[in-house]
């Protein structure tokens, strides 16, 4: 069982976006970002806060390793697919980093690469091949499950705060980043951040020119990471007039 959990051949399986063991998987996610939320004042107490950090840098830490380990030994890794450069593999790292370090830039790179990373990985999956039960797809969910709870926990439990310098450092780095992974991707063929080509059919998409594709997928990081940066603002906003009302009502 165990040897076919960590099996090395693909089955050619497809995961089946919008079917009901997605629908599921979405929920216990999504339950695990409302009890963060829910319980944010019990997870500022020091016992729990570092409970709470020790486990997700354990569970992020063995995740990797536990991945890095099937490439290695199963005959699956590729110079094409199977290196820590994807977008929320490099999340991952900084994640660990973040939680172990407390140190801001970290932080930026969990909450802006890791949150709208596993969101958008979680809402269109893109697993290996293999039919469950497998390691792989374990390790998809599993891994941007924590990358998401670590990044909402930034945000709302430590209350770290994503201001226009955090917004710009992000940015410039992220651009940096593509622009070296871009080189990268045309010297071994390969489509990490996928500014090559999409990781799944987009209709007009498929048929656009090489250079507008990449153009338009650099941009697209940027777009997002700015929606997000306002989406924040306006939420601390009326957070903030919520507060006043209710400090005015009693």
Same mark, same amino acid.
């Given at each position: ?169 992000? #940015? *410039?780095? !992220? ?7 871009? +080189? =990268?991707? &045309?010297?071994?063929?390969?489509? $990490? ?17 090489? #250079? *507008?594709? !990449? ?7 940027? +777009? =997002?990471? &700015?929606?997000?940066?306002?989406? $924040? ?18």
């Amino acid at each position: 069982m165990i040897k076919y959990f960590f099996r090395g051949t693909p089955d050619g399986y497809i995961f089946p976006n919008g079917s009901r063991i997605h629908w599921i998987m979405m929920a216990f996610i999504l339950m695990g970002v409302e009890l963060i939320i829910k319980y944010r004042n019990e997870l500022r107490e020091d016992k729990y806060n570092k409970i709470f950090k020790v486990f997700m840098i354990t569970m992020l830490s063995i995740q990797q390793i536990i991945l890095y380990l099937w490439y290695e030994f199963s005959g699956y890794f590729t110079i094409h697919e199977s290196l820590p450069l994807y977008n929320c593999r490099v999340a991952i790292i900084f994640t660990i980093f973040a939680l172990i370090s407390n140190k801001d830039f970290y932080k930026n790179i969990c909450c802006y690469w890791g949150i709208i990373g596993a969101i958008s990985a979680l809402a269109f999956p893109t697993v290996d091949p293999f039919k469950f039960p497998h390691y792989t797809g374990l390790s998809f969910f599993l891994g941007h499950a924590l990358l998401l709870w670590s990044g909402i926990y930034l945000l709302v439990v430590e209350r770290h705060d994503i201001d226009k310098k955090s917004l710009f450092s992000v #940015l *410039i780095f !992220t651009n940096v980043y593509h622009s070296i992974i871009f +080189i =990268f991707n &045309i010297l071994t063929s390969s489509n $990490y951040c996928y500014l090559n080509s999409p990781p799944f059919s987009i209709g007009i998409i498929d048929n656009m020119n090489q #250079l *507008i594709y !990449t153009f338009t997928a650099f941009n697209v990081f940027n +777009i =997002f990471f &700015i929606i997000f940066y306002l989406m $924040y603002k306006i939420l601390c906003m009326y957070r903030s007039k919520r507060e006043d009302v209710m400090r005015y009502s009693k």
